[in-house]
């Protein structure tokens, strides 16, 4: 008996090990927790198993009898007979629920995970420059390695995480990033102090910054110990099944990390989103949302890739499996890459929709809110995104550039796709704009002119001139300050009106004559547009 409760007492201890290290949710619905369980069960049986032979060549050893090889056979208990039945019932739960549960015989179930309405491709907000991610994600950590080997206070201890994530933040994209522990000595040497900041790369302009914290994070994925996130997170919400986590900042520039919560249909089929944890890795804290009562400054609740993988079955599974398989009548799956568009201050998923007979062409764009989960499926003909990127790429042959997954933007209703194009060393030296209908139609440009004043003038190339960013607004002002400014290599002029207001104006051969002649008091006739940022003026003249 006293055999038993010390194997039993080992198994307590082996199973708060292996919880420890592995930190499963205690969840039926979760594959790691039977896994988990499995484990444990597997080393009871060994135990009891060893138990039981050296009981027997105890036994044999005292009776003296002749030992023969037989008598080596391990004697299987009741018990581990049960632990043997209860192994094999956990396999057929798990392999059954997967069958039963499979697009076979559910697959309504796996083509409604998303709601899809179609929409006008109008329903893609016109192209505003501010709100445009022309940086790419290699790009941004381009600019994240260069600022951080500026700093020779940080660059020896800490590291650049590549995570790199695209966000919505005070009217702008962006993409934001924290700084890491550099291996487990720099964690023991850094950890009483913790990460010191996260780096902030703009997407539309390229800026880029380390931003330091008051106060800095202790409890993130590169610690160790109780200081590790998910070990936190995993004590603090045991029964929760969770994704890996997601680094944002508030719309004050506040740390955080975002996990995603879900629930699923048997073991690990139908995986659907539930709400998410946000976690406070400075002091250690977390707070449980459900969906509907997320904060608005989230960007990112449902996943990329759980995204992609709804769409594709929707796309098809909505006319049924057979249907997949044989005729394929309306299948259609997403094009191998997605990109990001900023729209009512959320960031959404877009990626194209291709049937399923391999060409080069989409049937439509589908774009999801990362945040509230809208989907919206605009049925228009075009290239699809490699397509594109091969037809820029063929405009520059002769530089060996290679193209950026492509942009979409709207342009007088009208799909284009912006990109970059890129020497051997990653450098962006000029922009191409491509019309998503007929992807013969490339604009290039250098891209020393700068990203705004280049894309205005691709711009400019493929409507005649007929594109203004927003919607146009007169106004008679009169002029109290004028402050000329260098941006990106291209003169600017900041003009404040008697009333305050700040307005921008670019310096064009168009307007060269009337902007350089500008005087304090003058009384202008302007045509602006205006967003949540600035008033761009586009045209003027004097009363």
């Given at each position: ?184 000595i720099k964690y023991f ?155 009512d201050d959320d960031i ?187 008033k761009l003026i586009q ?5």
């Amino acid at each position: 008996m006293k055999r038993i409760f010390s194997i039993l007492a080992l198994m307590v201890v082996f199973a708060l090990v292996v919880f420890y290290v592995f930190m499963p949710p205690l969840n039926i619905h979760s594959f790691q927790f039977w896994f988990w369980l499995v484990v444990l069960l597997v080393a009871l049986l060994l135990l009891l198993s060893a138990n039981n032979l050296l009981v027997s060549i105890s036994n044999l050893f005292r009776s003296k009898k002749k030992i023969q090889t037989q008598d080596f056979k391990i004697p299987v208990g009741g018990l581990a007979k049960f632990i043997i039945a209860l192994i094999c019932l956990i396999a057929i739960y798990i392999f059954g629920s997967a069958f039963i549960f499979s697009p076979v015989f559910m697959s309504g179930r796996y083509a409604s995970r998303i709601e899809v309405n179609n929409v006008a491709f109008s329903e893609v907000p016109s192209y505003f420059f501010n709100k445009t991610a022309i940086i790419d994600r290699n790009s941004s950590e381009i600019l994240g390695d260069k600022v951080m080997g500026e700093m020779v206070d940080l660059v020896s201890q800490f590291a650049v995480s590549d995570e790199y994530c695209q966000i919505s933040y005070q009217g702008g994209t962006y993409r934001v990033t924290p700084l890491t522990y550099d291996g487990i000595i720099k964690y023991f040497k850094n950890r009483s102090q913790g990460i010191p900041g996260y780096i902030i790369v703009n997407t539309t302009t390229g800026e880029t910054k380390l931003q330091r914290l008051a106060e800095e994070m202790k409890y993130v994925p590169s610690a160790y110990f109780m200081e590790n996130l998910y070990r936190r997170l995993r004590f603090q919400h045991p029964f929760t099944i969770f994704g890996d986590p997601t680094f944002e900042i508030d719309e004050s520039g506040n740390p955080y990390y975002v996990c995603t919560t879900y629930s699923y249909s048997g073991v690990f089929s139908l995986r659907r989103v539930t709400g998410v944890i946000l976690f406070n890795p400075v002091d250690g804290t977390s707070q449980k949302y459900d969906l509907g009562e997320i904060p608005s400054w989230v960007d990112r609740v449902f996943p990329e890739t759980l995204v992609i993988d709804e769409l594709n079955d929707w796309g098809t599974y909505r006319n049924g499996f057979f249907n997949s398989i044989f005729s394929q009548q309306g299948v259609i799956n997403t094009s191998e890459g997605y990109n990001y568009i900023s729209k009512d201050d959320d960031i959404w998923l877009y990626t194209g929709m291709t049937s399923v007979v391999s060409d080069s062409s989409n049937v439509g764009f589908a774009l999801v809110n990362l945040r509230t989960h809208e989907a919206q499926f605009i049925q228009t003909a075009g290239a699809d995104e490699y397509a594109v990127m091969a037809s820029a790429e063929g405009e520059v042959l002769n530089y060996g550039y290679t193209a950026t997954f492509p942009v979409l933007i709207n342009l007088n209703d009208e799909p284009f796709y912006i990109l970059s194009l890129k020497d051997s060393a990653g450098l962006i030296k000029m922009y191409a704009l491509v019309d998503a209908k007929d992807y013969q139609q490339v604009y290039t440009i250098k891209a020393e002119k700068g990203a705004e004043a280049a894309i205005n003038e691709l711009i400019n190339s493929a409507t005649n001139g007929t594109y203004i960013e927003g919607d146009l607004l007169q106004k008679t002002i009169k002029l109290r300050v004028i402050k000329e400014v260098i941006i990106e290599g291209n003169t600017n002029f900041y003009l404040t009106t008697s009333e305050d207001e700040l307005y921008r104006v670019v310096l064009t051969t168009a307007n060269a004559k009337d902007l350089l002649t500008l005087k304090e008091g003058d009384e202008l006739n302007i045509t602006y547009t205006e967003d949540e940022d600035e008033k761009l003026i586009q045209s003027l003249s004097g009363q």
